[in-house]
């Protein structure tokens, strides 16, 4: 096992942060002053480091690149009223990580390098997480196989790496979602479930057609009909149907589980819905929407929060919301956050003490 008190930390001799504009962070762009590092070799993770971020060097048969055997996460980290800092249910993605390095035939991270890890470099970094609303320190866990031969295997070494980024509100514009009816994203027994570099560049052609038309995004569906939904590029779908909060049913593994999504299904019953996780067809969204039950559709991931759908088109069938007049995605939101933020009762112990 590793221990934590093993880990070599080398600090920067002249921090970043000054030269940071913190009026203007946009996603992912800007990186805190260090990162961690740990490698696989000889079946155990070893050289657990926090070290300056900087650039790494590889050789041109680096394996990931060739075979995908690459996955990562996405988490964020708030400081409350009092600028104490606190990470978003960290072990939710700890075990969705696992999941995915376990598809993708990769090892498993040990607690102590992902949790430990990931709050010692927070600690070290926490003037980076932006002590304002609506800000955060965006957490990005990544892991890739790092074997320098041609040929397709499971590559015996790999890197683990956690970096910061620190970003500012990420004001959501209500999207036009366009309901995907030729590519698919996923298809059950595949890697729909993993957080995989590959699904993601996978996504991209059929987004860009969607963009084309005036898109912003496709909402997956299934891979036989293309009218079962799954989900929206990075984020999960809800609709609110009359008194029915509804999301797609994860039990075919083609579609990630959030853990927006899993905070949101908490909030929509605490706000009384009946929050249904199912299976479910555009045929019934469309019905009612023309009967008019169908009030709110949105999107849930850890980037945008909760993100209004304004537009869905299915075929030549366009449904279209006024966005203005909605109560339920707004208030899931503020609940969310002002519990990110440590301004409402964690009560279901989602905050995570740096
Ligand atoms: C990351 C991601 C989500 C959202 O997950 P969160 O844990 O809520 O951030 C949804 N769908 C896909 C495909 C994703 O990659």
Known sequence: MI???DMQITKVKRSKIKDLDFE?????????????EADYVNGEWQNVSIKPYQPIMFEPSLVALHYGQAIFEGIKAYKNPAGEAFIFRPYDNFKRFNLSAERMQMPVIPEEIFIEGMRTLIDIDKDWIPAKEDYSLYI???MFATDTAIGVKPSETYKFLILLSPTGPYYAQPMKIYVEEKYTRAAPGGVGFAKNAGNYGGSMYATAIAKKQGYDQVLWTDCLEHKWLHEVGTMNI??????????PSLDEGTILDGVTRSSAMTI?????FTVEERRINIDEVIEAYKKGTLTEVFGTGTAATISPIKELKYKDFVMEFDTNGWKTAPQVKKILTEIREGKREDKYGWLFKV
């Open 3 to 5: 221990d934590t008190m």
């Open 140 to 142: 990005r866990p990544v």
């Open 238 to 247: 809800f609709f609110i149907i009359g008194n029915k909060a509804i999301t």
């Open 24 to 36: 203007n962070l946009p996603f992912g762009k800007y990186f805190s002053d260090h990162m961690l």
């Open 268 to 272: 929509l019953e605490e706000l009384g």
